[in-house]
């Protein structure tokens, strides 16, 4: 074998080595790459857990610590009402008899000396407004604990059977206190959407999330329009606001983990990414359209998912044993 033949094969087998050590190379990082992928799903899928079960144990709390007491005002105001009622009867019967002439004028001036300083005709009028509005006030507050409630029931990960009108219903009064002066919402929900296995305070995050994004993006005066409809075994569900819209160079990226048009420490850039996530988990998908100075509309689409099927299969087994 020649000088040059030998040399040639050296430089064969160090080139092949080279191919090797890159495709080598190019494997490890492509291995890489997807440890890293699953590593950031993991993080945010335990950011979103963590943030639920914070959320759901919190709200599980408060809602118990405010039910006990609340039943006890709304129910002492009930028998309140009742006496108010008899007070104000025999108020109305004292004043009948005073204008008949029906009562001695040492009483006469007594009550109308007490009269003067409190104004019964006042009383009689407005202390019925009051009661109701009183009881329509700890209604509302009743409604609010029901809602945490509901929101706190499901653990992260659990599917119940739910309604994702009422789930909406829910999420926006637990809201409202932060966007009522930003916005006025408006419901155009579907009567006749199908129930589907859901995990309720997963969903709810998802709604709550949206809506108060929606808010902070607009003005004073802003309008947030939540519609809900279905055809065949999809659900779809749009919140659109007339706020300044989401720019294009961006509009691909809110939805990675930790991107944020917000100041620092007013946002992680997390939220969007969770509310995809939720989504994603529920075999569903999330997209918006948005155009500068008109608006935004964030589509969700969910597959009915029938929990009939699992029913009926437990209850064959059930037989069977």
Known sequence: MSEVEVYQRALNREKQARLDAEEQLENSSRELYKKNQALQQQQSAMLKNEKLATI??????????????????????????????????????????QQQGQLPDAIVAAFNEMDADADFDFIIEDAPDMMADMKEGLIRMQEIVSNLKTFSRTKPGERQYIDLNACLEASLKLVNNEIKDHCIVNMDLDPSLPKTAANNSELSQVFMNLVINAAHAMEQGGRIRVHSSHQNDQIKIQIVDNGTGIPENIRKDIFNPFFTTKPPGHGTGMGLSVVHGIIKDHGGSIGLTSKMGVGTCFTIRLPVVSTQTDEEDAAEIAGAL
């Open 56 to 97: 759901g144990m919190l709200s599980a709390g408060v809602a118990h610590e405010i039910n006990n007491p609340l039943a006890v005002v709304i129910s002492n105001l009930n028998s309140l009402t009742d006496y108010n009622q008899q007070l104000l009867a025999l108020l109305a019967q004292v004043q009948q008899w």
